[in-house]
């Protein structure tokens, strides 16, 4: 199993600029999110989706958008990039229900300029 | 919001040292998960505690959680450079629907 991978691994953008951050996994999770870690700040929740066709808002949900087609990807997207959406994403993944043990991906650093 | 503070913030202490890492809230959570995150990586999970004063113990690393559930310790004894990264507590709560991360810690582990 390669588990959650993302990719990029590395992407820089000016802004304006819109793109799209991969995350797919192979262990049949129904539970995907995204988050975004900032210096000093731990990880914040910006999207989540308990289930193909079903997502939700975590905590930074502004400028960006997800959506579920299927059980195994997950993709993030930015519409119109901004400095301050310079960051570090990971994306992660968990069984439904459980104890809220995830798995995450290697992430991707964004910077936008 | 749950709120989950960590301390310290940063930790530098030399190899055979012994250290405790602090994971505090005013939320009582269902299970509360330690990873650990290497430079350039993403975090791994390192543990889960559920039950109030549940201790685990995974080789030289002993997490507690509280007999309240909010809070969490994790004792590192004699620390071992490969020991260094960052160290982050979540808590999640069954009706919250996802996990709140706390700052993290960051140890170093100079040999």
């Known amino acids: 199993n390669a588990g959650v991978t993302q990719t990029p691994k590395f992407q820089v953008l000016k802004t304006g600029q819109s793109m799209t951050l991969q995350c797919a996994q192979d262990m049949n999770h129904e539970y995907m999110s995204w988050y975004r870690q900032d210096p000093g700040m731990g990880l914040r929740l910006i999207h989540y989706s308990v289930g193909a066709g079903i997502t939700d808002q975590g905590e930074v949900p502004n400028g960006y958008n997800v959506s579920r087609s299927t059980t195994e990807d997950f993709p993030l997207r930015l519409l119109s990039a901004a400095p301050s959406q310079t960051s570090v994403y990971f994306c992660?993944?968990?069984?439904?229900?459980?104890?809220?043990?995830?798995?995450f991906g290697p992430g991707t650093r964004l910077t936008v300029t | 919001t749950q709120l989950l503070e960590q301390s310290p913030q940063f930790l530098s202490i030399q190899e055979g040292e012994n250290l405790t890492v602090y994971c505090n809230s005013s939320s009582v959570f269902s299970s509360l998960q330690w990873y650990r995150q290497e430079p350039g990586e993403g975090p791994v999970l390192l543990v889960t505690?559920?039950?109030?004063?549940e201790v685990k113990k995974l080789k030289r690393l002993t997490f507690q959680f509280g007999d309240a559930r909010k809070d969490s310790s994790l004792h590192i004894t004699a620390a071992q450079p490969g020991d260094t990264g960052l160290y982050l507590c979540?808590?999640?709560?069954?009706?919250?629907?996802?996990?709140?991360f706390g700052d993290g810690t960051t140890l170093t582990v100079k040999p």
């Open positions: 992660a993944s968990k069984i439904r229900g459980g104890n809220y043990e995830q798995y």
């Open positions: 979540a808590g999640a709560s069954t009706n919250a629907g996802k996990s709140t």
């Open positions: 505690v559920v039950t109030g004063g």
